[in-house]
């Protein structure tokens, strides 16, 4: 049996908040999300799209919600899978929440393909829920297994596009200000400059200017900025 104090935690990234992510176009995904966080709403929901369009921030958002409520919980991405075993399904259909990122990993991996099958069929059994992601919608996926794509095919799924720039910024600057740092448009539109425009990108950034800018106790401004980035 699994209980939150045994979940890793640590692969949660404390900003990945419902809190700062915008959903403008898309009540319907918060709404869905947030209850099943809570272990209501969906048993099962899909999300695919493209790298930068939100989907990890979204799954650990999920479970940020489970852990406020003394809920169990498991996140894993499948990007290194070649690094993990089978085994780690195992049990998982006793949690409240399961989050797995990254499903596309384990196209053409039949023992992973099996194993995925077998853990949506019990988390159904137990009324459990399951948020899965990948960068296509399950009929692109190519899955060899097809009953798993049938399962796949079965829930809520949401495509995701990628935030434009202007929502970006907002994003950026919510984080900042979550944050209590101040960070002026001018700073700001520097970083868009030079940096890769995906949200973990942008906000380890400003995670590094945030840290510099405590311990030399000063404020963000462009030279400053580039000093610490080395730009």
């Known amino acids: 049996m699994f209980s939150s104090q045994m979940i890793l935690q640590f692969d949660l990234r404390e900003e990945a908040s419902f809190d700062n992510y915008y959903f403008d176009q898309n009540k319907a995904l918060y709404a869905a999300l947030y209850a099943m966080g809570a272990g ?16 990890t921030h979204l799954l650990q958002a999920a479970c940020h919600v489970a852990r406020s409520l003394d809920l169990s919980f498991f996140y894993l991405s499948l990007q290194n899978i070649k690094k993990l075993d089978v085994s780690v399904f195992e049990g998982l259909d006793a949690l409240s929440l399961v989050c797995l990122d990254d499903i596309d990993a384990l196209v053409d991996k039949p023992k992973w393909e099996e194993a995925l099958f077998n853990l949506f069929n019990q988390m159904q059994e137990m009324r459990h829920r399951l948020i899965v992601s990948a960068p296509v919608a399950p009929s692109q996926l190519g899955l060899k297994l097809k009953d798993l794509e ?17 929502t970006k910024l907002k994003a950026l600057t919510a984080r900042a ?6 960070l002026p448009s001018d700073v700001a539109a520097f970083i868009f400059r030079r940096y890769p425009r995906d949200l973990g990108t942008l906000f380890g950034v ?10 030399a106790k000063r404020k963000l401004t462009v030279p400053f900025v580039k000093e610490v980035l080395g730009v």
């Open 40 to 55: 209501q709403g969906e048993r099962f929901v899909y999300l695919w799209g493209q790298k930068g369009a939100g989907k």
């Open 150 to 166: 049938s399962r796949l095919l079965s829930g809520m799924a949401f495509q995701m596009e990628e935030l434009d720039e202007e």
């Open 177 to 182: 200000k979550a944050r209590g740092l101040d």
């Open 206 to 215: 400003l995670d590094k200017l945030d840290q510099a800018s405590l311990v």
